[in-house]
């Protein structure tokens, strides 16, 4: 027994120090973990937070005119006009190819109640193709060039870029509520463009 208390003794001061250090390893060990389980219940996971406010993956189009497969689809969020037309089985033989080629956005993409109109040959295109009307020679705000912008009364470069940058536009509205022109700059021009 004296010589269990010489060595205790002897050997006090390191004993003491590797058992604090044992202990606060153990107990960082452990509180690590305790975190870690905590964590998770206060911080859910991202499949909570798509719950709570999910991103829009599906939109629905109409498409209709010199299609096999004219009606409404669901579409996903990324498509274009492209696969909308594919997905309505493509065009008739008796499309308007002319007004395709110069006129229709293959690459525009699809927007949530779109309405896609495909012009018959020798039909008079004046109808909504996507999402753009093209009645007359009015520019359309969602496929005019800048130049075409900028013939417009009171529309420069700044503007016409603008315009060009907001699109697609769902009514000439939009314009003014999107804050790309004035009321006054758009009353001058409303009468003289399409969608």
Do not use: C, H, W
């Amino acid at each position: 027994m004296e010589q269990l208390n010489q060595f205790l003794n002897q050997y006090k001061l390191p004993l003491i120090i590797t058992f604090v250090g044992l202990v606060l390893i153990l107990s960082g060990l452990a509180s690590q973990g305790l975190l870690a389980s905590k964590s998770s219940k206060i911080y859910p996971g991202k499949s909570v937070v798509k719950q709570i406010s999910p991103k829009l993956t599906n939109l629905k189009i109409d498409i209709s005119g010199a299609v096999n497969n004219p009606g409404v689809y669901e579409m996903n969020v990324d498509d274009r006009v492209e696969q909308a037309v594919n997905r309505a089985g493509g065009f008739l033989d008796n499309v308007n190819l002319d007004f395709v080629t110069k006129n229709l956005n293959l690459s525009q993409k699809l927007t949530d109640g779109q309405k896609i109109y495909i012009p018959f040959k020798g039909e008079n295109s004046g109808g909504v193709v996507a999402g753009v009307s093209t009645q007359g020679s009015q520019p359309s705000v969602n496929t005019a060039s800048q130049k075409e912008l900028e013939d417009l009364p009171s529309i420069g470069a700044v503007s016409a870029s603008k315009i060009i940058e907001n699109r697609p536009y769902q009514s000439l509205d939009e314009l003014v509520t999107k804050k790309v022109l004035s009321k006054s700059v758009f009353n001058k021009i409303k009468d003289l463009i399409s969608l």
